[in-house]
């Protein structure tokens, strides 16, 4: 299957590592990767805060650049989300972009969905020996209906205990420009959250969406807590082989860490 | 009787004091995680049926704002009918006029109150004070938050934000003042407080004469008005008075008494977490020898027809004030109620407030911004109000209005850098270049962050950068 990757702004900028990982997963399950160059950012910043004509806008860039893939998987279940929820919102009846909109939506995957529903994997031949965590994260619970795939696919890893954490569902408080614009609360909440992934006794927290660990990973960071954070896919692109986190061996000048050799 | 939510500032500068606040977070964290499991458990026990009783309330009420003024007629003539008076208040100083006429009419300067929201919000309390009328709340929590000289804090439970020690403190203090004194010996035991009250309460009720209540419904078809409630309290000042006056929002309306079996399900389970609610008092105008002989109706609009005419915005009014938004909210069990600047706090009161006053002040622009969006309050509201829908559409409300220069520019400037590719792998490139000039502390609203939170490393390389090259490292 042709897969077009959308690899979303803060990923493409910030988790280059993501990416790769997502390419390196669904190219070792026997797919074929595409990345639509044109793509920039799916609006969601700009929608959450309020400023819909600019979202507009990158949505309609959006449509454009990935009209004519068979489908697109997305490694952050918010802005899956912002496609899938929130875009039908933004063309007024009729539109052509929401008649675009309908059409291309429902092809928009998050990973975990993507890999489970469509590609009928639970086990992604993973080889990851940490204690994990994972958090559910709001859109990706709420919004697109996670369930229980993300809990399977890391089930399925082999070498990984997977823990249970308390307060799971509870948003850790990031919410984009939430974060800023009413820090201290937005603090209080990954306060709440960081304290939850410690106590499990976990090495890793993991999710489908690198900005919600930015800010949990911000706050264990900044307590020393000795915890680290990492994308769903770093996990489940991981072999015995080919390391962890970060880049496939031949791509390894970026490796900032390599970690289960 | 001086408590108002005036000079409160604007959300992030109330909540920051509110989070800091250790007892006020321990307590809010104790009583919302408590009802919120109660209430998980007895949804989850109606298992499907839960989402087919939650989109008919939404249908319900949906249909009823659709035909508002029809059915507000009907009820006018309903309530008419069976001996009540209809009184129609378009904002909160008409609403506080009418009623303190009625009362004076009466003869009586105490009046008895039920627990009501729709009172709260116009400040009834107060001016019927101005006018030498005391009004007693009997609600127990809503009297602890008189008798502490306080504001209430939560829709359902307005001393939510005090323990019982406090609630203790409160009661020797202030109940001499009031009415019958706390007894001398009394403990922090739930019991004793309520016993305390019980006591204090049951001399008024047996004394005054005049009861003001709101109402959770009103029938239009049979002008039959409804409350629900825990105490037993309610029931006793809508019963023992002779004169009855209640002052409802005209978005209560239901069209028929049928229509009351859905939200007689989806209330108590959602808001006290209860499959029944104890105390559902209902009357239809007067009835002679029976009950108060003289019933008024004050119907209140108070902003709600202009939260009618948006679109998105008046999914607001379907809410039924159940207060499980509240109570599952992230936001609202850290900072408590008082921070948002109105009798509304929490998911409901951020969309509510803005738009019953109109977008009008620095506090009612902040409201929408008090959310992460994680959509708890959407998931469990049982009318269906997509709140974090109605949050972005007011955000955009603000954002559409003058000021906020600063985050227009940023926004602007995100926009340029996405709108092509080659301006994103610019912006890209000089970060990466830049990367180790980050520090770790950041000023301005990038602080908001630093402050608590550490930066993510900037990568050497963007993953648009690594894949064009292994692209042609492969072909
Ligand atoms: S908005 Fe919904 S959940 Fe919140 S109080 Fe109103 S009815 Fe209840």
Redesign the interface.
Known sequence: MRIALF?T?V???????T??AV?RLLERLGHEVV?P?????C?Q????????R?AT??AV?FVKTFEGADAVVVPSGSCAAMIRDNYP?LGAGGSRLSRKVAGLAPRVYDLTEFLVDVLGVTDVGAYYPHKVAYHPT??GL??LGLGDRPYRLLRAVRGLELVELEGA???C???????????????????DKARHAVETGAEVLCAVDNSCL??I???L??QRSGMRVAHIAEILASTEKGGSAG?APD?AP?A?EAVTR | MSATFLGIPP??EA??AA?DDSRTRHNLRRATHTIRDKRASVVGELNDDWQLLRAEGAAVKEHTLRHLDRYLEQLEESVTRAGGRVHWAADAEEANAIVTRLVKATGETDVVKVKSMATQEIELNNALAEAGITAYETDLAELIVQLGDDLPSHILVPAIHLGRAQIREIFLDQMAEWGTPAPPGLTDDPRALAEAARLHLRERFLRTRTAISGANFAVADSGTLVVLESEGNGRMCLTLPQTLISVVGIEKIVPTWSDLEVFMQLLPRSSTGERMNPYTSTWTGVTPGDGPQEFHLVLLDNGRTDVLADTVGRQALRCIRCSACLNTC??YE??GGHAYGSVYPGPIGAILTPQLRGMSSAVDEAL?????????C??VCPVAIDIP?VL?H???????GRGHLG?KAL??G??A?????RA?GA??RA?GLGRNLVPGHLPG??G??T??????????????S??NK?GKGQR
């Open positions: 690899i702004c990923n493409d900028t910030l988790f280059p590592d990416g790769r390419v990345f160059e044109d793509q920039t950012c609006g910043m700009h929608y959450n805060t309020g400023y819909r600019p806008r990158l860039r919102r709001c859109h709420r919004m569902t509870e948003c408080g990031f919410g984009g420009t939430f974060a800023v614009k009413n820090g201290d609360v937005s603090s209080a909440m990954g306060a930015m800010h990973g911000g706050i960071s900044r880049p791509d970026a900032k | 959300f992030p909540a920051r989070v992230p936001v850290r900072t929408p911004y008090a959310s992460s969006l994680c959509g708890a959407y998931e829908e972005v007011l955000r955009e409300e603000v954002s559409a985050e926004m602007a995100a926009e850098v996405f709108s092509s590719s994103l912006a890209q970060a609203t990038a908001e962050w402050d608590t939170r550490d930066v993510p490393d900037v990568p050497a390389e963007s993953f648009r690594w894949w292994r």
